[in-house]
C-alpha cells in the first residue's frame, strides 16, 4: 500500500477523496467525483498526470492509499495505572513485566505510574534521590479541574508526571523495586480496599490536561475488583459475593451493578472524547468487574487481557507482544477517526466493533439504526493491525427507484490515526461493488455470498443483542435470521427435506450457527459474567479468520507418518492412536488419545528405534509456537491426556454425535460408551433446519 | 384439609413459607460438581469444560425429586423455565484445580451447607481428596455447618464400593447417618454414593442434606 508524502485531494461538494473510480480528464484537469458527480480541477502537483503516468491515488491496483498529514507530531504517551492488592510474588511478576516494557518503548514516549490500593498515588518521576509522590483519596471522585488544581497541571509546560522514558527511566525502576504490597492493614473478614475507581479517574483527568487530542494510552493492571469510592463493584465484606449471571437475569441482589457500569461508562466516553484509549490486564482468579469497566475497553479500543495471575505466560507474553518492536515500530495507532461515505444506492446503518460515534450526520447515514448508528463517523482511540470494525449498509431503493442491475455503488472508508511516531496518517480504502438486486437475482446474490463473513456479523450482531435483550431471543433471532436465508438460497421441493441442497458458498453455515449457539458467547452456564463479557470484547475487535476460531474451534489431527489434517469437531475424531490439537483463540489443549499416552509414559519416545514416535509427540509444537507468534491475547497452552480431567477442554467442545443421553439406559458396548451429553447434535440440528426450511416459510 | 392446603398456598405466595439455603459445592477438578449443578438446574448432562472463576446459581430443589419429562434436546428450546418451589438453593461452583482451591475460603460466609464430590473412580486422587476434605472439616469458619460427601461416578465399571470410599476418605467413624435427626451439637457429616449422568443418588443425599436447613 502506497504512503504518499502530499495532502490528499478532496471534492469540493463532499469531502470524498480523488480515487481509482473518479473519472478524470488529464488534458483539461478535472475530475468527476464518484460520489456526488461535482467536477473539480486537479491538484498543482497532478498537473504532469497523464495517461502513461498515472499517479498512485488514480491506479485501479491500489483500493488502499496513506496520506501523510502535515502536522507537528508528538510521541504517544503510556500510563501505567498499577494496582497494589496483590500478593508479594504476584506485584514482583507485574513489576518485572513493566520495567521490561519500559525498555521496549520507544525512547521519547511519555511515560506516568499511578498505585493505587486503599489510597491513590500519583508518581512524580523527575526526582531521583527520593520517591515523590502526590496522595489521593480513594473513596473521592474528584473533578478534572480539581485534579489539574492539585496537581499544577499545565498543558504547555511539561509536568514531573508524565516524562519521556529517556528522562525518567532511573527514576521509575526505583520507584517500581520500592513498591511493596498495600501496606494498610486489612480488617478480619474483608477484602482488600481497591480504589480502582478513583485511580482510573485521575490517569483520565492528567492525560485529558496534558495530552488532549494526542496518542495516549492508559494499562491498567488489576487483581480484584474495586471495593470502595466511585466505581465500586463489590462490597470489602465477604459476606457479600460477587454478581453471577442468575443476578444479572433477575435482577436480584445488584447493589452497586448499574451505579459502577454508569460511573465506568461515563469516565470511558470522557477519556475517549479526548482521543485516549484504556487497556485492562486482569489477572485473577476470580471476577474483578470486568462487565461493569467493559465500556472502558471497548469504547476506547484497548486491549484486555483475562488470566488467572500475573506470572502466568498468558500475561507475560501478551504484554511484551503489545510493545513488539522486531517489526522496527510498535503495532499501534492511537486517535482513529473511520468516516463512511457511500453513493445514493445504499447507505450505512451503523458499526459495531471497538469505536464511538461522533454523531455526524452526512447523506450517507440512513434512518435505521444496526449497533453504534445514526452517524457516518465513529472514533477508535486504539486500533491496530488486526483491529476490525463491522459496517451495516442499508439498501436506499427499497421504496423507491431502483438501483439499475449491473451498476456499481462506490463506498469510500477513511481512517485518519496518529502513527506510534506521532506522525498523522490518513488512509483512504475506495470499494465499488457490483449490484444485483437479491429480488430478482439469486443466483448472482448467492454467488458473491461470503460465508465466514456472514457468520462473523452474526456472532457481533448476536452479542450486541445481548445486552438489551434475554439470551433466549437473542438465541431465537439467529435460529429466524438461519432459517430465512436457507430457505431463500438453497435448493428443495417444497415439502420433502431430502431434496434440501445448499450451494457450496452456503454449506458450511448453517454449522457457524450451530456452533455460534453452543459457544461461550451465548451459552453462560459455567462461566462467570466477568469471562463471558471478556470473550464478547475480545470477539467484538478480531478479525474474521480469528472470529471463526472462536465461534468453531479448529481441530487437527496428528498421526503416524501423515502431515497434520483438519479434522471434524466432533466426538468421532477422537482416537487412541491420535494427537489432537484445539485451538478455541482463547486456549489450544495438546490431547493425547489413550495409547499416546500410555506410550508416553512407557518411555518410547526416549529410545531410539522409536524416533517416530518422539516425532510424533513434537509435532504440534511447530504449530503451536506459529499460532503463539501471532495472536493477541496470547493463549494458554495446555497438554493432556484423553479421558483426563483436562481433556475436557476438548470434549466439552465436540459435537456430541456419538454420545449417549442420560436419559436412555444402554447396556455398555455402545460407542461412545464415556461420553454422556444430553446436547443437541449437529445432525438434529440440521435436520430441524431441513424440515424448517423446506416448509417454505 | 382444604382450609390447609389454602392457607399453605397462600403462604408459599407471599414467601414465609420459602426455605433457602446457601450451598458451597466444592471437590478435586473433575469431580462432577459443574454436571451435577447443571442437572438439577436444567435437568440435562452438557459436558462442562474446567471450571475457572467461582460461578453462582439458583435453583429449586423440587426439580430434583420429580423428574420432569421435558427434553432439553429441541435445538430450539436450549434454556428451560426454573421452576420455583418452596427450597429454593443458592449454590457457588467452585473450580477444583489446585489454584482455584486459594479462592475457596472466600466463599465460606454464610452457608449453610458444604457438598464435596469426589470421582469415585480416580483411585489416584483419593489421597488428594481426602486432604482436602480434611482441611475442610477441621476449618474454623465453617465448623458447625453441616457436609454431603458425594461419592460420583458409580456408573463406571470399576468405581469404588461405598466401603472402600468411607474408608478412603477415613469416613469411617466420622460420619453420622443417613437417618433422619442427628443429636445436638454434632456436625452431620455423610457419604452417599451417586451417577450424576445417571441421575441417581444424589437425590437422597440432597433431601438428607437439606433436613438441616
Redesign the interface.
Known amino acids: 500500500m502506497p504512503l504518499l508524502n502530499c495532502e490528499p485531494c478532496a471534492c469540493t461538494k463532499c469531502g470524498a477523496i480523488l480515487n481509482p473510480y473518479s473519472r478524470v480528464n488529464f488534458q483539461e484537469k478535472l475530475w468527476v467525483c464518484p460520489f456526488c458527480l461535482e467536477c473539480s480541477y486537479l491538484p498543482p502537483r497532478l498537473v504532469n498526470a497523464a495517461d502513461d503516468n498515472i499517479p498512485q491515488e488514480l491506479q485501479a491496483c491500489w483500493s488502499t492509499v496513506e496520506y501523510l498529514l502535515p502536522t507537528q507530531s508528538t510521541p504517544p504517551a503510556f500510563f501505567y495505572v498499577v494496582d497494589i492488592c496483590m500478593p508479594a510474588e504476584e506485584l514482583q511478576a507485574l513489576k518485572e513485566s513493566i520495567l521490561l516494557s519500559i525498555t521496549q518503548l520507544p525512547s521519547d514516549s511519555y511515560v506516568g505510574l499511578i498505585t493505587f490500593g486503599t489510597v491513590v498515588q500519583v508518581y512524580d518521576l523527575t526526582s531521583t534521590d527520593i520517591t515523590k509522590s502526590h496522595v489521593f483519596s480513594g473513596t473521592k471522585d474528584l473533578t478534572v479541574e480539581q485534579v489539574a488544581e492539585m496537581l499544577r497541571l499545565d498543558p504547555r509546560g511539561g509536568s514531573p508526571l508524565l516524562c519521556q522514558v529517556q528522562q525518567c527511566d532511573v527514576a521509575l525502576q526505583t520507584i517500581l523495586d520500592e513498591l511493596v504490597p498495600d501496606p494498610w492493614p486489612l480488617q478480619e473478614?474483608c477484602?482488600a480496599l481497591r480504589s480502582t475507581g478513583a485511580a482510573l479517574s485521575t490517569a483520565v483527568s492528567i492525560l485529558e490536561c496534558l495530552m488532549p487530542n494526542l496518542g495516549a494510552r492508559i494499562m491498567l493492571f488489576i487483581n480484584g475488583p474495586c471495593t470502595q469510592g466511585p466505581g465500586m463493584v463489590l462490597g470489602s465484606n465477604?459476606?457479600e459475593?460477587?454478581r453471577?449471571?442468575?443476578?444479572i437475569e433477575?435482577n436480584t441482589q445488584l447493589k452497586h451493578f448499574s451505579r459502577a457500569q454508569k460511573y465506568y461508562q461515563a469516565l470511558a466516553r470522557r477519556a475517549a472524547g479526548k482521543g485516549h484509549c484504556i487497556d485492562a490486564f486482569m489477572c485473577a482468579?476470580?471476577?474483578i468487574g470486568f462487565l461493569e469497566m467493559r465500556d472502558l475497553v471497548e469504547c476506547t479500543g484497548g486491549l484486555t487481557v483475562l488470566t488467572?495471575?500475573f506470572t502466568q505466560e498468558v500475561f507475560k507474553l501478551s504484554f511484551s507482544k503489545m510493545f513488539d518492536s522486531t517489526q522496527r515500530e510498535l503495532d499501534m495507532a492511537f486517535n482513529g477517526i473511520l468516516t463512511v461515505q457511500t453513493g445514493k444506492e445504499f447507505k450505512v446503518a451503523g458499526a459495531l466493533g471497538h469505536c464511538v460515534s461522533l454523531e455526524r450526520k452526512s447523506p450517507s447515514v440512513c434512518d435505521y439504526e444496526v449497533g453504534i448508528g445514526g452517524t457516518c463517523a465513529w472514533k477508535m482511540c486504539g486500533l491496530n493491525s488486526t483491529t476490525t470494525v463491522a459496517l451495516f449498509y442499508e439498501i436506499t431503493n427499497q421504496h423507491g427507484v431502483e438501483v439499475p442491475q449491473g451498476s456499481f455503488p462506490v463506498v469510500q472508508l477513511r481512517t485518519e490515526y496518529t502513527h506510534p511516531s506521532g506522525r498523522r496518517i490518513l488512509r483512504v480504502t475506495t470499494h465499488a461493488y457490483q449490484w444485483a438486486d437479491p429480488a430478482k437475482d439469486l443466483v448472482d446474490t448467492g454467488a458473491s455470498f461470503d460465508q465466514e463473513t456472514a457468520a462473523c456479523l452474526v456472532a457481533r450482531l448476536a452479542v450486541h443483542k445481548t445486552a438489551t435483550e434475554e439470551?433466549?431471543d437473542t438465541?431465537?433471532w439467529i435460529?429466524r435470521t438461519l432459517i430465512r436465508l436457507v430457505t431463500k438460497f438453497a435448493t428443495y421441493t417444497k415439502g420433502d427435506a431430502s431434496t434440501f441442497a445448499l450451494s457450496r458458498n452456503f454449506s458450511l453455515f448453517p454449522q457457524f450457527m450451530f456452533y455460534l449457539?453452543r459457544s461461550r458467547f451465548l451459552r453462560l452456564?459455567?462461566?462467570?459474567p466477568?469471562?463471558t463479557a471478556y470473550f464478547r470484547t475480545v470477539l467484538n475487535r478480531e478479525t474474521v479468520l480469528n472470529m471463526l476460531t472462536m465461534i468453531q474451534p479448529s481441530l487437527l489431527t496428528y498421526q503416524f507418518g501423515q502431515p497434520p489434517t483438519p479434522s471434524l469437531l466432533d466426538y468421532s475424531s477422537i482416537n487412541p492412536e491420535h494427537i489432537l490439537l484445539l485451538d478455541n483463540y482463547f486456549r489450544l489443549v495438546v490431547m493425547h488419545g489413550t495409547t499416546v499416552a500410555f506410550w508416553r509414559s512407557q518411555g518410547y519416545q526416549n529410545e531410539p528405534s522409536h524416533a517416530h514416535f518422539k516425532a510424533l509427540l513434537e509435532a504440534p509444537n511447530k504449530d503451536i509456537q506459529d499460532i503463539v507468534q501471532e495472536r493477541f491475547p496470547v493463549p494458554s497452552v495446555l497438554i493432556c491426556d484423553q479421558n483426563?480431567?483436562?481433556a475436557?477442554?476438548v470434549?466439552?467442545?465436540?459435537n456430541?454425535s456419538l454420545?449417549q443421553?442420560?436419559?436412555v439406559d444402554t447396556s455398555g458396548g455402545a460407542p461412545g460408551e464415556?461420553?454422556?451429553?444430553?446436547?443437541?447434535t449437529l445432525k438434529?440440528?440440521m435436520d430441524?433446519l431441513m424440515t424448517l426450511a423446506v416448509q417454505g416459510q | 384439609m382444604f382450609i390447609w392446603n389454602f392457607i399453605k398456598s397462600v403462604l408459599e405466595w407471599t414467601g414465609l413459607l420459602n426455605k433457602r439455603g446457601k450451598l458451597v459445592f466444592l471437590g478435586l477438578d473433575n469431580a462432577g460438581k459443574t454436571t451435577l449443578l447443571h442437572m438439577l438446574k436444567y435437568d440435562g448432562v452438557i459436558p462442562q469444560e474446567p471450571t475457572q472463576m467461582p460461578s453462582s446459581l439458583l435453583f429449586a430443589l423440587p426439580s430434583l425429586f420429580l423428574h420432569s419429562s421435558l427434553p432439553i434436546s429441541s435445538p430450539f428450546t436450549v434454556y428451560e423455565e426454573l421452576k420455583i418451589g418452596n427450597l429454593r438453593i443458592g449454590a457457588h461452583d467452585l473450580g477444583g484445580h489446585e489454584e482455584a482451591r486459594l479462592v475457596w475460603k472466600e466463599y465460606y460466609h454464610g452457608v449453610n451447607a458444604v457438598v464435596f464430590i469426589v470421582d469415585a473412580v480416580d483411585r489416584m486422587r483419593f489421597p488428594e481428596a481426602k486432604r482436602e476434605l480434611d482441611r475442610l472439616l477441621n476449618d474454623e469458619s465453617i465448623a458447625n455447618v453441616p457436609f454431603l460427601v458425594l461419592g460420583n461416578k458409580i456408573d463406571m465399571p470399576y468405581a469404588a464400593s461405598e466401603d472402600e470410599l468411607r474408608s478412603a476418605l477415613g469416613l469411617r467413624l466420622a460420619t453420622t447417618g443417613k437417618g433422619q435427626g442427628i443429636s445436638r451439637g454434632v456436625r452431620p457429616l455423610e457419604l452417599f454414593m451417586c451417577s450424576v449422568i445417571k441421575r441417581r443418588g444424589y437425590g437422597d443425599g440432597l433431601r438428607w442434606l437439606t433436613q438441616f436447613f
Open positions: 473478614g477484602r465477604l459476606q459475593t460477587m453471577a449471571h442468575v443476578n433477575t482468579r476470580d471476577q488467572d495471575s439470551l433466549v438465541l431465537r435460529d449457539r452456564f459455567n462461566h462467570t466477568d469471562e483426563s480431567s483436562q475436557r477442554f470434549v466439552s467442545q465436540l456430541p454420545a443421553q442420560s436419559r464415556n461420553y454422556f451429553s444430553d446436547d443437541v438434529k440440528f430441524y
